[in-house]
């Protein structure tokens, strides 16, 4: 087989994935996964709680505001959270599958 500018060229061997390579692929994946669901849900109840200080009912027309702020954070950061976890537990289910 010739390469580039017509050298000889020795094709790659095939390499057998050894279990430990597969098996730190498979706990960084779930590490790297598990860290964004803690690091989302963690934003989440900071903005929450943020929000929730804000709370005067005195004023209601600021107390719907910042109720509405919440609701905004709940629906942008928690389906990131959701799939993050679910990510997580998929990558747990297939590196604990006997080989």
């Known amino acids: 087989m010739q390469g580039v500018f017509g050298l ?3 094709p790659p061997r095939n390499r057998t994935r050894s279990p430990t390579l597969s098996g730190l692929r ?3 994946g779930f ?3 598990v860290l964004g669901a803690v690091v989302l849900a963690a934003l989440t109840l900071h903005l929450l709680t943020q929000m929730a200080g804000h709370l005067s009912f005195q004023d209601p ?3 719907l505001a910042a109720m509405g ?5 709940l ?3 928690l389906p990131f959270t959701a ?3 679910r990510r997580a537990h998929s990558v747990w289910v ?3 599958e006997p080989r």
């Open 8 to 10: 000889p060229y020795q």
């Open 26 to 28: 498979v706990a960084g």
């Open 31 to 33: 590490v790297a996964s």
């Open 61 to 63: 027309v600021g107390t």
């Open 69 to 73: 702020g919440m609701a905004v954070v």
């Open 75 to 77: 629906l942008l950061l």
């Open 83 to 85: 799939l993050c976890a």
């Open 94 to 96: 297939r590196g604990s």
